[in-house]
């Protein structure tokens, strides 16, 4: 057995802390945190400039050919540091789908321009009316000449006040069952019949609803076959749900640590009372748990495995394990740990206020904690499907 | 990255899987539920080198690696194997570091299972005393007739069980407990002091908690198994109840966090030569969630049951005691956190010890 990441991962750690510590200072970090958009245009051109992108897509479609190690390393230095990640986790899926799953013209018209970061894709999948059930949505596009018509809403469109397009999922038939009426589509965000609302969130997120009226959208723009477009969100739910959060994790349970080992008000450490070295025990282990999970699901993917369950497993874990721990602290460390980041009298640098604001979705988004054990039951138990 | 195993360590997996079906089902376990060891068994272990795998050749054994161990032990955790494969891996290592020319490690070499250990639990409420008068509660003391212990930081064997052991108590686990006066006034054979004693017994600690994370894991894995047949077979309301969600989604929990420490138990095995700097970190952390882990699923797993999981008739009782009483033999979860938070934070109580977590490089 072999736990290391390997010697081409450790270069992209430098790699990344280098560009980290030359481009993105506690200044970009605390408004990136206060923005809570998930992406900033001019931090995002310069990873752009440096090949990450495009970085995890095949070679010989003109990508970086990095491996899964490399990618997963990439996107935990970045994560850790609290950079606005979510628009290039994105647009390396969607970038990746279309040079393998897209036409002539996608390759030719979008794929390049992603790579560049000239342009960048909102994801496009839950609605107001479909969340877990992701095949039950219900924005509909009719084809109408050469073009298709959308209507409907979408929800949880993080970054779509930001991007020039959504990778949308919409339903073209009602013939079959819901998931083969699907079809996907690049849609602009500037064109007209498009409206986009801000939704913010506890945790200090801020995503999108998207109402479409008649939007006029040409048929090039079409991934995929008509009725086809469920295999694709497929794959990209499979790569959202084998990350996790082990990288925030090990953030938290290292500004935890350091606190604890500061003498408090009372000239002790938190350290030294048992109830937070117990406490610390666990988050620490919760951390290296979810980093073992995650490795795991990196080194099936690398090996061309099928990850059965393991996916679900490692976001599962991760967003449960994260939670309990950050409202375990809360009720430790009393009234200071409520207060926010440079408030005075906060703890850890809002450490706790943060986890305890930001955890509750974890288990929720990109696959809710429920649809994940119900995945995990059917195949690595083969207990009966249940809903 | 390779989370595989290799070539021989399959066969060994292979081997010690057959030996197991055929000669530990549960009658077997339930058998010897009144002395907690199966000679019959051990002699089986024996005879396919357990008791010797983890010695140097000098000591007459195979050197196997913690990892090899670590395979044999959670078999042995998924089998309930009632034989000290831990105490005997441990303390022979043990003694081969700093008493090759001991003659108990010729014992233990030779398929006695002569000596045991006093593991130190530092937080326990009620932890290891080795004051005179004082008593300590010895996993296979009952069978043992010497006791390897740490008294400050001088380092010895407790001879002549026959004068310091209790009768076998009873416990939960139906392990060969019994209780030891380890008073070191007498009877006692110094085999090191000062720091070399206090590493020699931190080591041998990390080993035998590395070694019961892989046992327990082993115990959470057969208990998920048969919590897992039990909710397809079972029909209640006209339908098998795994298909109930308030079934399922416990056990598949549970499925998940057995993943997680059997990869922290192989991690830490790994790391004894390949990772040392986290190597201590990793046993106790392997040692605490694997009790967690044990002990929850044995739970889930016995509730899945309903009322016949609470009966003696069913199998699933037996890892439900089992569990906890490897656990508790050491401290329990709630105790080992603590160890982790200083082997993780403050390793030489200074406070400034960088944090170890982040992974291998």
């Keep these: 057995m072999d736990f290391r990441l390997g010697e081409k991962a450790e270069e992209v750690k430098q790699e990344i802390r280098t560009f980290l510590a030359e481009n993105f200072s506690e200044e970009d970090r605390k408004e990136a945190a206060e923005d809570g958009g998930g992406h900033n245009w001019e931090l995002y ?52 789908t279309l040079m393998v799953m897209g036409t002539d013209y996608h390759r030719e018209h979008f794929v390049p321009k992603i790579a560049s970061g000239e342009i960048a894709f909102a994801l496009g999948y839950s609605e107001p009316g479909s969340g877990s059930d992701v095949a039950g949505a219900r924005v509909t596009a009719t084809q109408d000449g050469d073009d298709w018509l959308i209507n409907g809403e979408k929800m949880w469109t993080t970054t779509a006040h930001t991007a020039q397009y959504i990778f949308m999922l919409t339903r073209t038939s009602t013939q079959d069952r819901p998931h083969r009426g699907l079809s996907i589509f690049l849609v602009p965000t500037d ?27 040409p048929d090039a723009n079409r991934v995929g076959e008509v009725d086809k477009g469920w295999s694709v969100v497929r794959f ?51 951390a290296e748990v979810s980093r073992l999970l995650r490795h795991r699901s990196t080194w ?88 | 990255m390779d989370l595989s195993l290799d070539e021989s360590q399959q066969i060994l997996v292979d081997t010690f899987s057959e030996m197991l079906e055929k000669e530990c089902p549960t009658t077997h376990v339930r058998d010897h539920e009144d002395t907690g060891f199966s000679e019959s068994l051990w002699a089986q272990y024996c005879e396919l080198g357990a008791n010797a795998m983890g010695l140097p050749e000098a000591a007459g054994g195979l050197e196997m690696s913690l990892l090899d161990l670590g395979l044999v032990a959670n078999l042995s955790g998924r089998a309930l194997a009632p034989v000290p494969f831990l105490e005997v891996a441990t303390v022979g290592r043990l003694l081969a570091k700093v008493a090759p020319e001991d003659a108990a490690l010729g014992a233990l070499a030779g398929g006695v299972p002569a000596a045991s250990i006093a593991l130190p639990r530092p937080h326990a409420v009620l932890g290891t005393s080795t004051t005179s008068g004082g008593r300590s509660l010895i996993p296979f003391g009952t069978i043992a007739d010497q006791v390897v212990a740490l008294d400050g930081d001088i380092l010895y064997v407790a001879e002549n069980g026959a004068s310091r052991r209790s009768e076998r108590v009873q416990d939960i686990g139906a392990g060969a407990l019994a209780h030891w006066n380890l008073d070191r006034a007498s009877d006692a054979r110094i085999l090191a002091s000062g720091d070399e004693a206090v590493a020699a017994m931190r080591r041998a600690d990390a080993e035998w908690k590395l070694l019961a994370g892989f046992w327990l894991t082993g115990i959470a894995q057969r208990a998920l198994t048969i919590g897992s047949d039990y909710a397809r077979e ?128």
């Design chain 1, 45 to 96: 051109r310069k990873l752009a400039a440096a090949g990450w992108v495009s970085a995890g897509w095949p070679k010989e479609y003109g990508g970086g050919g990095r491996d899964p190690y490399e990618i997963l390393t990439l996107y935990w230095e970045l994560c850790k540091a609290g950079f606005p990640w979510i628009g290039l986790l994105n647009n390396g899926f969607i970038g990746h």
């Design chain 1, 300 to 387: 099936l993917a690398a090996e061309g495995k099928d990850l059965g369950g393991k996916g679900a497993m490692t976001k599962s874990f991760s967003g449960t394990s994260y939670l309990d721990d950050a409202q375990s602290w809360m009720d430790l460390v009393g009234p200071a740990g409520l207060l926010k980041e440079d408030e005075d009298g906060a703890l850890a640098g809002g450490n706790f206020d943060e986890a305890f604001r930001q955890t509750p979705v974890n288990t929720i988004y990109g696959g809710t904690v429920e649809i994940l054990r119900s995945l995990v039951a059917e195949v690595d138990l083969g207990l009966p499907k249940s809903r």
């Design chain 1, 191 to 217: 064109v007209e019949g498009v409206e986009i609302n801000a939704i913010h969130t506890m945790g200090g997120e801020r995503s999108n609803g998207v109402s479409l009226t008649d939007v006029r959208v």
């Design chain 2, 234 to 361: 079972r029909i209640q309301f006209g339908v098998p109840i795994g298909g109930f969600q308030a079934i399922a989604h416990p056990l598949a929990e549970c499925a998940i966090r057995i993943d997680g420490a059997e990869l922290l138990a192989q991690e830490a095995a790994w790391a004894d030569t390949a990772d040392p700097d986290r190597f201590e970190m990793l046993c106790s952390m392997a040692f605490a969630w694997g009790s967690q882990t044990a002990i929850r699923t044995a739970d889930i797993a016995l509730h899945t049951h309903g009322g016949y999981g609470f009966s003696t008739e069913y199998d699933i009782q037996l890892f439900y005691r089992r569990a906890r009483a490897l656990s508790s033999i050491a401290g329990g979860a709630k105790e080992e956190l603590q160890t982790v938070a200083e082997l993780c934070f403050d390793r030489d109580g200074s406070g400034k010890a960088a944090s170890l977590l982040g992974g291998a490089q």
């Design chain 1, 236 to 286: 990209a739910l499979g790569l959202e749900q084998a990350m996790g959060y082990a990288d925030l994790q090990e953030r938290f349970i290292q500004q935890a640590g350091a606190w604890s080992l500061e003498a408090g008000p009372d000239g002790q450490r938190p350290f030294d009372d048992a109830r937070i070295k117990e406490q610390l025990g666990q988050t620490a282990v919760h």
